[in-house]
């Protein structure tokens, strides 16, 4: 018996947060005694990569190696993942809660008669049932959901695990799945890349700009903090909505959820709708002049200043660092 992980993969490298559920189901076997740990990746993508999903814990990685798949189409891969599950006689599959990652769950627990929890945070209660304890209400709270099916499929949120990184590499094992025309009925007819180097979901740092920050002109501020930092930008709502930044960078309810390891916030107030996507991060910094600005209330660390002062010092003061 093993526990599948479907693994997403973008511009040739393996996703960190598949890289997180592999390490979740590896930490899952140990508690299960579910066997070995298995990844299954489609589409295009280099061996010596996959084979280094060893590191977070998988002796195995079958690649149905498909040109077709590679863009995400998502009931091909529902397809594919159904196939691999059966192969190598997995009742448990694993995978990062991500848009790609929903859309492929939703299919399988139907496909696989599977019990499906998302936005999981822990291994699973398994003495006297299978309870799994999952965020909700934008990580207000949380949730603990029973699965009572025999094939099950957890998916994890991202930075909830930590990333184990010291296994053997896995060994790449090339698959061929049977595909028909319906699994390709829907099709991806364009795609935008989104400008900046580092794409705002996936970034470690995010360093986001809001109102306070006066004006469009204003932000080489932001991009130069970020650019040391090695981050993404980001800005509050209204931003986006005056068309001072991309819609794409908005951060909050109704925008981009980010979970990086350090969420730099200057001039936002820190209203609920912004926080709900924020609240992942590990370490947040407010800078703000207003003391009682809300953020603050969420903040690892605080700077109360004026970010026209604030930031240029701070940006100085890492590059001689850094
Ligand atoms: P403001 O509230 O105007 O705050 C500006 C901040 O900058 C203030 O705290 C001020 O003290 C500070 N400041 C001013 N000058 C300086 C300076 N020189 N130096 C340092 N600090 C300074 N918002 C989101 O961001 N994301 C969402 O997804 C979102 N979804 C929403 C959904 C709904 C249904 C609704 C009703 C609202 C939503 N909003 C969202 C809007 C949200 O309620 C706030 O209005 C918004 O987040 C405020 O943006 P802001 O902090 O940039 O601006």
Sequence with gaps: MSILVYIEHADGKVKKTSLE??????????????GEVVAVALGTVDSGELA???????????????????????QAHAAAVAQ??????????VLAKSSLG??????????????????????????????????IYTGKAFAESSITTENKILAVKKNAVDLKADGADATVEKISVTLSDADFASKITSTERATGEILLPEADIVVSGGRGMKGPENWGMIEDLAKTLGAATGCSKPVSDIGWRPHHEHVGQTGVKVAPSLYIAIGISGAIQHLAGV????????????????????????????AFEVVPKLTEALKAEL
């Design 102 to 135: 929903d859309a492929v769950a939703a299919r399988l627990a139907i496909k696989l008669n599977a019990g499906l929890v998302s936005n999981v945070v822990e291994l699973p209660n398994t003495s006297g049932g299978y309870t799994v304890k999952r965020s």
């Design 52 to 74: 280094s999903v060893g590191k977070a814990g998988a002796s195995k990685v079958l690649h149905a190696d498909d040109a077709r798949l590679t863009d995400g189409v998502i």
């Design 279 to 306: 609240n992942s991060s590990k370490c947040i910094v407010v800078i703000n002049k207003d003391p009682e600005a809300p953020f603050f209330k969420a903040a690892d660390y605080g700077i109360v200043g004026d």
């Design 84 to 93: 691999a599950f059966g192969s190598v006689g997995a009742k448990t599959l």
């Design 21 to 34: 559920a592999v390490s979740y189901a590896n930490a899952l076997a140990a508690q299960t005694g579910e």
